[in-house]
């Protein structure tokens, strides 16, 4: 490349000599035939020093910077590579733990479920069975009020039905026989009164 560019300025600087010759002699000392060897001298020990320095010195620093700079491209892509394929594999535990703990949620929300449903029906099946018995308990009384109510309406009928002929005649009548008239009035409507 820089053999290229001393060429090129070479042929430049000869091109120019031949335009100098074609003028006249006067003028810049530059253009003067007389000089150009001296000129020409220089010229190619300052290209070639110039060359030297950079081919030796400079160039090889810029490669070893440029080749430095692109190792550190490709650690720092790779580095990135393998921490993108760590992030991945990070998200993907990450997704699966969230997995597994909704269907553990899950089955623990169905574990409690079926505790609870378990609970209630035990408590509904308690009640139930208290409720029975209190029914049964009810109905029992109320069986043993039907059975002792004929004798108690009896007694009552008997006791206000002297009270009301005593105050009607103004004597006392004999219990027995108002008992057997309401006896007989309560076995004759047994059916139609009591439902039984």
Not at 98 to 113: D, G, L, S
Not at 166 to 181: F, P, Q, R, Y
Request: proline fraction near 2%; aromatic fraction near 8%; include cysteine.
């Amino acid at each position: 490349m820089f053999k290229k560019i001393i060429f090129k300025t070479l042929i430049f600087c000869f091109a120019l000599a031949s335009i100098a010759q074609s003028s006249e002699s006067g003028g810049m000392p530059q253009l003067n035939p007389e000089f150009w060897v001296s000129q020409i001298f220089w010229l190619i020990l300052t290209f070639g020093i110039m060359f030297v320095v950079l081919s030796k010195l400079i160039l090889p620093k810029i490669s070893k910077n440029l080749e430095t700079r692109k190792s550190q491209i490709l650690e720092n892509i790779e580095t990135a590579e393998k921490q993108r394929e760590q992030s991945e594999n990070k998200i993907k535990e990450y997704e699966k733990l969230i997995f597994e703990n909704k269907i553990e949620a899950k089955n623990y929300f169905n574990e409690i479920r079926q505790k609870v449903l378990g609970d209630i029906a035990k408590k509904k099946q308690v009640l139930d069975n208290q409720i029975e018995k209190e029914l049964k308990e009810v109905e029992k009384e109320i069986n043993e009020l039907k059975e002792k109510a004929p004798e108690k309406i009896n007694k009552i009928a008997i006791e206000t039905s002297t009270d009301l002929i005593k105050h009607l005649i103004g004597t006392e009548v004999n219990n027995s026989s108002i008992s057997t008239i309401v006896e007989d009035i309560s076995i004759k409507n047994k059916d139609k009164y009591y439902g039984v």
